[in-house]
């Protein structure tokens, strides 16, 4: 690696265990306590996100329905 590589070695599953082993508690919690941040969706996964969403409130509506229906039909 040349010193004006600005591009760093892909670290390793072995070498990541390593240093997660190494690490005190604290140090840990405190890795997994930094936020992430947003992702940026294209065009199209943006559409799936919101019919998938659509679909679920479609879909609740249907199990209410449903729940009500059953609860006001007479039992016999």
């Known amino acids: 690696m040349s010193p004006h590589d600005n591009t760093p070695e892909p670290i390793t599953s072995a070498e990541q265990a390593m240093v997660l082993a190494s690490l005190e508690p604290e140090q840990l919690a405190g890795l997994k306590r930094q936020p992430i941040a947003r992702r940026r969706l294209t065009g199209l996964a943006l ?4 019919s998938l969403r659509i679909y679920l409130l479609f879909m609740m509506a249907v199990v209410i329905y449903q729940v009500w229906a059953s609860a006001r039909s007479p039992q016999g």
């Open 47 to 50: 559409i799936l996100v919101w």
